[in-house]
């Protein structure tokens, strides 16, 4: 499958790139390895299901040391 050109999803990273301890989740912008390593294959509806993913944890304060402000 060739890379995606465009996109109406864009990527959460916000350049802060940096592992939680257990080396699984992205400090800067919540994702997962997996899922910052697939982005660039997931077609937009993929994307959104991790983009409401990141919107439902942010207001989750059990998971707001994972997400960006």
């Given at each position: 499958?060739?890379?995606?050109?465009t996109?109406?999803?864009q990527?959460?990273?916000?350049?802060?790139?940096?592992?939680?301890?257990?080396?699984?989740?992205?400090?800067?912008c919540?994702?997962?390895?997996?899922?910052?390593?697939?982005?660039s294959?997931?077609?937009?509806?993929?994307?959104?299901v991790?983009?409401?993913?990141?919107?439902?944890?942010?207001?989750?304060?059990?998971?707001?040391?994972?997400?960006p402000?």
């Open positions: 499958m060739p890379a995606r050109l996109s109406d999803v990527s959460p990273c916000i350049k802060l790139c940096t592992l939680d301890a257990a080396g699984k989740t992205c400090l800067g919540g994702r997962t390895v997996a899922e910052i390593a697939t982005w294959r997931l077609d937009d509806a993929a994307r959104r991790i983009m409401t993913r990141l919107a439902d944890a942010k207001g989750n304060p059990a998971h707001a040391e994972t997400l402000p």
